[in-house]
């Protein structure tokens, strides 16, 4: 794999976060001053936070998937030997594939009826299927996830290491 896609992959949620982060509370804070200072404020800064922290949910939820960082009660981990903590953890990632790959059809069902009858925004009045689409994207990044974990463990497993099991909050 080129240094490029290394770094994509690496790096890909991380750059689109931050991005959306800072366009979040840069447009948090302008429309803030508008309405406290000048008190004026527009419909075009509510929409473009709101948009802006579904797709930050969805692309984080991509990244935790990565990390492995998802909330969840491991505590059995602790106590099954390497082999069986391996296949629980593919196990886990079967399960929450098929489970994406369901949500992703379905999701995308929305843009789709959004495409065809040309939904709008209230306040931009542009496309919602622009926005519509943090989900199916959301999932498809996910789905994408997944199945680099999948790979990696199933690799882990093959050669005797121990499963990878994201970064540690509290240790």
């Given at each position: 794999?080129?240094?490029?896609?290394?770094?994509?992959?690496?790096?890909?949620?991380?750059?689109?976060?931050?991005?959306?982060?800072?366009?979040?509370?840069?447009?948090?804070?302008?429309?803030?001053?508008?309405?406290?200072?000048?008190?004026?404020?527009?419909?075009?800064?509510?929409?473009?936070?709101?948009?802006?922290?579904?797709?930050?949910?969805?692309?984080?939820?991509?990244?935790?998937?990565?990390?492995?960082?998802?909330?969840r009660i491991d505590v059995i981990m602790n106590y099954v030997?390497?082999?069986?903590?391996?296949?629980?953890?593919?196990?886990?990632?079967?399960?929450?594939?098929?489970?994406?790959?369901?949500?992703?059809?379905?999701?995308?069902?929305?843009?789709?009826?959004?495409?065809?009858?040309?939904?709008?925004?209230?306040?931009?009045?542009?496309?919602?299927?622009?926005?519509?689409?943090?989900?199916?994207?959301?999932?498809?990044?996910?789905?994408?996830?997944?199945?680099?974990?999948?790979?990696?463990?199933?690799?882990?497993?093959?050669?005797?290491?121990?499963?990878?099991?994201?970064?540690?909050?509290?240790?």
């Amino acid at each position: 794999m080129s240094p490029f896609l290394k770094n994509l992959d690496k790096n890909a949620e991380r750059w689109m976060l931050l991005v959306l982060y800072v366009m979040l509370v840069g447009t948090m804070f302008i429309e803030v001053v508008r309405r406290e200072v000048f008190s004026y404020s527009s419909i075009w800064g509510e929409e473009i936070v709101r948009y802006s922290f579904i797709y930050l949910a969805w692309i984080g939820a991509s990244a935790a998937v990565r990390e492995r960082g998802h909330i969840r009660i491991d505590v059995i981990m602790n106590y099954v030997p390497r082999t069986v903590k391996s296949l629980l953890y593919i196990f886990g990632d079967i399960v929450m594939f098929i489970v994406a790959v369901v949500a992703l059809y379905w999701s995308w069902e929305t843009v789709t009826v959004s495409w065809r009858f040309g939904s709008v925004t209230h306040g931009l009045r542009i496309s919602q299927v622009f926005f519509l689409f943090a989900v199916p994207f959301g999932f498809a990044l996910v789905s994408v996830r997944l199945i680099q974990s999948f790979l990696r463990d199933l690799s882990d497993l093959r050669n005797g290491r121990a499963v990878y099991e994201g970064d540690k909050l509290f240790d």
